[in-house]
């Protein structure tokens, strides 16, 4: 169990700053909050988004808009629509995101 406390806190979306992620193709837009032992991002993916990188880390990802998938390094490929979630801990799965159309997420890392 974690011994990080996080008082009560809004997040309003719309005083978050976008920042800019290449992809191999297409960007990612993050909205970032980070607290100890946790991040919180609302991202979008634009339409032809392809992952640049094997990612190792844990998330939650909860698909707000749009549809994605999650490939993993084997080849194996999961497709998340709107209101589906997946979870994976750190080091368990190598993964990239791709879309064809675009895509909002939020996304939850953390020490997990």
């Known amino acids: 169990m974690s011994t990080n406390n996080i008082p009560f806190q809004l997040l309003d979306w719309t005083k978050i700053p976008k920042t800019e992620h290449k992809g191999e193709t297409g960007t ?7 607290l100890e032992g946790l991040r919180i991002r609302l991202v979008e993916y634009s339409k032809g988004y ?13 698909c707000l ?3 994605f998938i999650s490939e993993m ?3 194996e490929k999961f497709i998340l629509t709107k209101g589906m979630t997946y979870v994976v801990s750190d080091e368990l799965s190598s ?9 909002k997420l ?3 890392d953390g020490d997990f």
């Open 95 to 103: 993964h990239r995101s791709i879309t064809k159309d675009g895509v």
């Open 65 to 67: 808009e749009g549809e």
């Open 50 to 62: 392809i992952a640049d990188h094997w990612c190792k880390k844990g998330h939650i990802v909860h």
């Open 106 to 108: 939020l996304i939850i």
């Open 28 to 34: 990612a837009y993050w909205q970032t909050t980070q």
């Open 73 to 75: 390094e084997d080849g």
